[in-house]
């Protein structure tokens, strides 16, 4: 192992045990370091380390920059121990991403998705679909938070979540309205009828009992938003839009109600695990109605101040 690949290894030993993943770095900075060694360096230099952050071809340019931020990092480090190490500017590759717009569920599609997902086969999977896909839309989880919730995770006596696998790295409590409980409740009696004994510890299981799989439900979830007539060439619903129209609604009834929204912000960024409200500010954008009400709201309140 050559030196500059021991210093790798000592930084993500180092920042691991600091609470960081680093699973990008893990995989990205060996590759580097390979590079770095055919080009005859023995230490991270600012124009190899933008050559080789340019290397794959046809990705976008926020690819590149998450390479190039991966080489900073580690190069800042190296510097400390090596002074005649380079940290190559950032800026090279731009960071921002253009976020696609959300399919807004109206609740008539919502309960028509829900129906559908009912006359699936066999039983177990058809109520696995129904109850995940409903508990995303009046939560506002992430597909990936409740497909990694454990039977232990779910209170049905309080009526709460506790969402562990989250992004970023953060848990939080997710509390249910009672007839969100209630239909959970039945979830569990029909799933562990159909599941005795129980083949894993994961909350919704699929048709055979094991643990239910994202990619098995985005197959189920295109098939069934296509045959109602909800996907088209032009409108491609995702799962993640249930969580954006929660969103969405959440602040519609609230302006609706005179609720002060800024000050409830808060409360639905930690409620939807946002790290900052700004990500729940997003969703003003996501409905022209919101964008109206929000305006007006401005307005108004403009006009006491006159």
Same mark, same amino acid.
């Given at each position: 192992?050559?030196?500059?690949?021991?210093?790798?290894?000592?930084? %993500?030993? %180092?920042?691991?045990?600091?609470?960081?993943?680093?699973?990008?770095?893990?995989?990205?900075?060996?590759?580097? &370091?390979?590079?770095?060694?055919?080009?005859?360096?023995?230490? &991270?230099?600012?124009?190899?380390? @933008? =050559?080789?952050?340019?290397?794959?071809?046809?990705?976008?340019?926020?690819?590149?920059?998450?390479?190039?931020?991966?080489?900073?990092?580690?190069?800042?480090?190296?510097?400390? @121990?090596?002074?005649?190490?380079?940290?190559?500017?950032?800026?090279?590759?731009?960071?921002?991403?253009?976020?696609?717009?959300?399919?807004?569920?109206?609740?008539?599609?919502?309960?028509?998705?829900?129906?559908?997902?009912? *006359?699936?086969?066999?039983?177990?999977?058809?109520?696995?679909?129904?109850?995940?896909?409903?508990?995303?839309?009046?939560?506002?989880?992430?597909?990936?938070?409740? $497909?990694?919730?454990?039977?232990?995770? &779910?209170?049905?006596?309080?009526?709460?979540? %506790?969402?562990?696998?989250?992004?970023?790295?953060?848990?939080?409590?997710?509390?249910?309205?009672?007839?969100?409980?209630?239909?959970?409740?039945?979830?569990?009696?029909?799933?562990?009828?159909?599941?005795?004994?129980?083949?894993?510890?994961?909350?919704?299981?699929?048709?055979?009992?094991?643990?239910?799989?994202?990619?098995?439900?985005?197959?189920?979830?295109?098939?069934? +938003?296509?045959?109602?007539?909800?996907?088209?060439?032009?409108? *491609?619903?995702?799962?993640?839009?249930?969580?954006?129209?929660?969103?969405?609604? +959440?602040?519609?009834?609230?302006?609706?109600?005179?609720?002060?929204?800024?000050?409830?912000? =808060?409360?639905?960024?930690?409620?939807?695990?946002?790290?900052?409200?700004?990500?729940?500010?997003?969703?003003?954008?996501?409905?022209?109605?919101?964008?109206? $009400?929000?305006?007006?709201? %401005?307005?108004?309140?403009?006009?006491?101040?006159?």
């Amino acid at each position: 192992m050559t030196d500059l690949a021991e210093h790798v290894q000592d930084y %993500l030993r %180092l920042r691991r045990a600091l609470g960081f993943k680093l699973t990008f770095e893990g995989q990205a900075l060996p590759q580097l &370091v390979g590079y770095l060694t055919d080009a005859g360096a023995c230490t &991270v230099t600012a124009d190899l380390a @933008i =050559a080789w952050a340019g290397l794959p071809q046809g990705v976008k340019p926020i690819s590149l920059a998450h390479r190039l931020g991966a080489v900073r990092g580690f190069a800042k480090y190296l510097q400390t @121990i090596d002074p005649t190490a380079q940290v190559p500017p950032s800026g090279i590759w731009s960071t921002r991403s253009a976020r696609s717009a959300p399919y807004l569920w109206s609740q008539t599609d919502i309960r028509r998705l829900m129906g559908a997902a009912r *006359q699936l086969t066999p039983p177990l999977r058809a109520a696995s679909l129904e109850t995940l896909l409903g508990v995303i839309a009046v939560s506002g989880m992430r597909v990936g938070e409740a $497909l990694h919730l454990t039977r232990e995770d &779910v209170d049905l006596r309080n009526g709460v979540l %506790l969402i562990r696998e989250a992004k970023f790295d953060r848990e939080r409590l997710v509390p249910l309205y009672p007839s969100t409980t209630e239909r959970l409740r039945n979830y569990v009696g029909c799933r562990d009828r159909l599941t005795a004994p129980p083949r894993s510890s994961a909350f919704f299981v699929s048709g055979t009992g094991a643990a239910l799989k994202y990619n098995h439900v985005r197959e189920s979830f295109a098939d069934l +938003t296509t045959a109602l007539g909800l996907r088209t060439a032009s409108v *491609q619903p995702r799962i993640h839009d249930l969580r954006h129209s929660f969103a969405v609604h +959440t602040l519609l009834d609230w302006y609706r109600s005179g609720i002060d929204v800024n000050r409830r912000m =808060a409360v639905l960024s930690t409620y939807l695990g946002h790290v900052h409200p700004a990500g729940t500010y997003w969703y003003l954008s996501a409905a022209p109605e919101l964008m109206d $009400l929000a305006a007006a709201r %401005l307005t108004a309140h403009a006009g006491t101040r006159s």
